[in-house]
């Protein structure tokens, strides 16, 4: 593709991202530009990611002189569609493989940079003060767990990961049948950790790194990993991104330095340096 090409792309996107603002459809991230003038890089990353990948950035901003990294945090599946949609990110890390697969089907990633960057467990989380003990064994009365008129907090199992995973795992357990009409369906697992933090729900469905973020819960039990896909986050730069930082934060992703992090926020680090 020309240059001249490539700018009126990029053009055409950034219009497209400011229309998306205006209808209030995605969350503008701040637009200021990386200490030595140059274009900072845009990444769209998943929910449960937040603390970890804010962590990440710091430590590469330090490393590169203030690069100017911003991150847009989102369920994959809402991230994946701003791209579709033409939001010019220059990086996207997903919460699991189908996600990205479809980006690319489409054309929308640089299949050469992407890489399976990171894994997670799936846990059962109660609000901190709460009582309530589950074994997560098939066929196991979850429902009498949950009390009366009370919901299973998930990210909507039909297109958040973290919800797509949760589904699976109920579905291994026998349980799913009877669980029907008594989910509350959030927009991504961070939603659905926060539901069950502030009391909304007496149980949920997150991320073991969830947990781990939030002080307000407890981890019931972990759900067996036969229960459920494996949980990948796979990363690469999008097709659109003419970004000269966009391979070098890839490369630092895989870094000691961000494995460290990634660790320390309850992540399994997949990714070889």
């Not at 049948?177 to 989910?183: E, T």
């Not at 961000?258 to 992540?267: P, S, V």
């Amino acid at each position: 593709m020309s240059n001249f090409n490539q700018c009126v792309r990029r053009g055409l996107l950034t219009l497209a991202f400011a229309a998306l603002i205006g209808a209030g459809l995605i969350q503008p991230v701040a637009a200021d530009t990386s200490s030595d003038g140059g274009q900072p890089l845009l990444v769209f990353a998943a929910a449960s990611l937040k603390n970890a990948m804010d962590g990440v950035v710091r430590a590469y901003d330090d490393s590169h002189d203030g690069a100017g990294v911003k991150v847009s945090y989102a369920g994959s599946s809402t991230l994946a569609r701003q791209i579709e949609a033409g939001a010019p990110a220059d990086v996207y890390v997903s919460a699991n493989r189908q996600w990205m697969n479809k980006l690319a089907s489409d054309g929308l990633i640089d299949k050469s940079s992407r890489y399976d960057l990171l894994g997670n467990s799936l846990v059962l989380i109660a609000p901190r003060g709460s009582d309530v003990q589950v074994e997560l064994d098939r066929n196991i009365d979850l429902l009498s767990k949950l009390g009366s008129d009370n919901y299973l907090a998930m990210a909507n199992t039909a297109a958040v990961p973290a919800g797509i995973y949760g589904k699976q795992a109920l579905q291994w357990l026998g349980v799913w049948p009877q669980m029907q009409g008594h989910i509350a369906q959030a927009n991504d697992v961070r939603a659905a950790l926060a539901l069950v933090a502030r009391g909304g729900a007496p149980l949920g469905v997150v991320y073991a790194s969830d947990a781990l973020a939030e002080k307000s819960v407890r981890v019931v039990d972990t759900f067996p990993a036969a229960s459920h896909e494996p949980i990948i986050y796979p990363v690469a730069a999008t097709a659109a991104s003419d970004n000269p930082r966009a391979a070098d934060f890839l490369t630092f992703l895989k870094s000691t330095q961000a494995a460290d992090i990634f660790k320390r926020w309850g992540f399994k680090v997949v990714a070889r340096p």
